[in-house]
Nanobody, 122 residues
Framework: VQLQASGGGLVQAGGSLRLSCAPP?????????MGWFRQAPGKEREFVAS????????FYADSVKGRFTISRDNAKNTVYLQMNSLKPEDTAVYYC???????????????WGKGTLVTVSS
């Protein structure tokens, strides 16, 4: 099963983008923690944000706290990443992920999505 991410693109520093992620038609991840990771050129993939399956708790990497917001709509079977005040160092391929259980840094997901490229120009 591969999750489907969208919403990446080119934006100037200080701008905003919203990423979306959904499972293939016919699958639901409402009982899974969902999250986002990113991988910049020449760097390892890193955790960005996650949200519990209940939607009640969210977790963020220090580098994005206060700028990014993760949310989910279980009725639409979709998770979002609202990215504001984007910086050039946010440039990366962003991957959505799902895990039955806690998802976070050092807690690898069960499923990955295809990445979506975010490029922030200075």
């Amino acid at each position: 099963v591969q999750l489907q991410a969208s919403g990446g693109g080119l934006v100037q520093a200080g701008g905003s983008l919203r990423l979306s992620c959904a499972p293939p038609s016919g699958r639901t991840f409402s009982s899974y923690d969902m999250g986002w990771f990113r991988q910049a050129p020449g760097k390892e993939r890193e955790f960005v944000a996650s949200i519990r399956w209940t939607g009640g708790s969210t977790f963020y990497a220090d580098s994005v706290k206060g700028r990014f917001t993760i949310s989910r709509d279980n009725a639409k079977n979709t998770v979002y990443l609202q990215m504001n005040s984007l910086k050039p160092e946010d440039t990366a391929v962003y991957y959505c992920a799902a895990k039955r259980g806690r998802l976070g840094p050092g807690l690898p997901p069960d499923y990955w999505g295809k990445g979506t490229l975010v490029t922030v120009s200075s």
